[in-house]
C-alpha cells in the first residue's frame, strides 16, 4: 500500500525555521506532482506549494520569498523549507502527491497524515 509520512513539526518561534519531509512508500511506479497544504482548525484546507515531477515550483502569494518546496526523485521525498516564520503559520501541515502505485492502472491522489507546526510569538 502506497503511503505518505511526513515528519520536521514541531514548536519554534517567530521569525525561526522549520523543514518539513515527505516521504513515499510502498510499490510505486511513478510520482508525478507533490504539494504541500495547511490546514487551521475551523478553516479549510489550503495550498502552500506544489512541485512537479520535473521541478517546476507554485507558491501561495502569502509563502512566496520565504518557504521553498523541492524534492528528490530518487528518495521519494519532498521537503519544505520554512524561513522567517509567523504565528500566523501555525497551521497542520499535510503532504499531497500524485502517484502511480506499481501494478495499478494510473495516478491517484495521496496525502499524508498531517504535521504540526506551531510558531509562538
Known amino acids: 500500500q502506497v503511503q505518505l509520512v511526513e515528519s520536521g513539526g514541531g514548536l519554534v518561534q517567530a521569525g525561526g525555521s522549520l523543514r518539513l519531509s515527505c516521504a513515499a512508500s510502498g510499490s510505486i511506479f511513478s510520482i508525478n506532482s507533490m504539494a504541500w497544504y495547511r490546514q487551521v482548525p475551523g478553516k479549510q484546507r489550503g495550498l502552500v506549494a506544489t512541485i512537479s515531477s520535473g521541478g517546476s515550483t507554485f507558491y501561495a502569494d502569502s509563502m512566496k520569498g520565504r518557504f521553498t518546496i523541492s524534492r528528490d526523485n530518487a528518495k521519494n521525498t519532498v521537503y519544505l523549507q520554512m524561513n522567517s516564520l509567523k504565528p500566523e503559520d501555525t497551521a497542520v501541515y499535510y503532504c499531497?502527491?500524485?502517484?502511480?502505485?506499481?501494478?495499478?492502472?494510473?495516478?491517484?491522489?495521496?496525502w499524508g497524515q498531517g504535521t504540526l507546526v506551531t510558531v509562538s510569538s
Open positions: 499531497n502527491a500524485n502517484i502511480w502505485p506499481a501494478g495499478s492502472g494510473g495516478y491517484r491522489e495521496v
